[in-house]
C-alpha cells in the first residue's frame, strides 16, 4: 500500500524501478500499467453489471451491436463479426447460442436467400436495456471521482492513443 495518498501502486513499482535501473524511462510502465490495471478492474465490474441484466459480456457485445443499429434492430452476420472482433466460426456459435435463448431471431431474406439477417426479440430488446441502464450506473460510479473536464481530457487521450494503435 502506498504511503502517499497522492500514488498508487503502479508509483510504487515505477519508482522501485528507477532506483534499481537508473539508465531505463520508465514512462510508458507508469502509463500502460495503470491503463492494465483499470482494464482488469473494469472487466470486473462489467461482468457485475451483465450478471445483474442476466448476460455474459459475450452476448452483451453482441446484443448491444444489435441495439446500436436502431430499429429493427438488426444486422447481418458480417457486420456483427466486423463489431465483435471475433472469428466467423465463434460469431456462429454465439448466433446458436443466443437464439437459443430467445434473444435473437435469424429469418431468411426472401430477396436473397444467402442473407440470414441477425435481430433482436422483445426479450433480447428488454435484456440489453436493462444491461446498458446497470453498465452505466457500475461505469458512473467509477468514474465518480473526475469532473466532466477531466473526463473529456481522459477520453481525448485515451482515443489519441487508441488511433495511435
Same mark, same amino acid.
Given at each position: 500500500?502506498?504511503?502517499?495518498?497522492?500514488?498508487?501502486?503502479? +508509483? &510504487?513499482?515505477?519508482?522501485?524501478?528507477?532506483?534499481?535501473?537508473?539508465?531505463? +524511462?520508465?514512462?510508458?510502465?507508469?502509463?500502460?500499467?495503470?491503463?492494465?490495471?483499470?482494464?482488469?478492474?473494469?472487466?470486473?465490474?462489467?461482468?457485475?453489471?451483465?450478471?445483474?441484466?442476466?448476460? &455474459?459480456?459475450?452476448?452483451?457485445?453482441?446484443?448491444?451491436?444489435?441495439? $446500436?443499429?436502431? #430499429?429493427?434492430?438488426?444486422?447481418?452476420?458480417? /457486420?456483427?463479426?466486423?463489431?465483435?472482433?471475433?472469428?466467423?466460426?465463434?460469431?456462429?456459435?454465439?448466433?446458436?447460442?443466443?437464439?437459443?435463448?430467445?434473444?435473437?431471431?435469424?429469418?431468411? +431474406?426472401?430477396?436473397?436467400? $444467402?442473407?440470414?439477417?441477425?435481430?433482436?426479440?422483445?426479450?433480447?430488446?428488454?435484456?440489453? +436495456?436493462?444491461?446498458? /441502464?446497470?453498465?452505466?450506473?457500475?461505469?458512473?460510479?467509477?468514474?465518480?471521482?473526475?469532473?466532466?473536464? /477531466?473526463?473529456? &481530457?481522459? #477520453?481525448?487521450?485515451? $482515443?489519441?492513443?487508441?488511433?495511435?494503435?
Amino acid at each position: 500500500m502506498p504511503t502517499n495518498p497522492d500514488s498508487d501502486e503502479v +508509483d &510504487e513499482i515505477v519508482a522501485a524501478w528507477i532506483r534499481e535501473r537508473p539508465d531505463i +524511462d520508465f514512462a510508458p510502465l507508469g502509463v500502460l500499467s495503470r491503463v492494465f490495471r483499470l482494464a482488469r478492474r473494469l472487466n470486473i465490474a462489467r461482468k457485475q453489471a451483465f450478471q445483474a441484466a442476466e448476460l &455474459e459480456p459475450w452476448e452483451w457485445d453482441v446484443l448491444s451491436a444489435l441495439r $446500436r443499429a436502431g #430499429a429493427p434492430y438488426e444486422l447481418n452476420p458480417k /457486420e456483427l463479426l466486423a463489431q465483435n472482433l471475433v472469428t466467423s466460426g465463434t460469431m456462429s456459435n454465439r448466433i446458436a447460442r443466443l437464439e437459443k435463448r430467445g434473444l435473437i431471431s435469424r429469418q431468411v +431474406d426472401p430477396n436473397d436467400r $444467402r442473407n440470414i439477417p441477425v435481430k433482436l426479440t422483445k426479450t433480447g430488446l428488454v435484456q440489453v +436495456d436493462i444491461a446498458v /441502464e446497470h453498465l452505466m450506473r457500475h461505469e458512473q460510479e467509477l468514474l465518480a471521482g473526475m469532473n466532466d473536464a /477531466e473526463l473529456k &481530457e481522459l #477520453a481525448d487521450l485515451l $482515443r489519441k492513443l487508441s488511433l495511435h494503435f
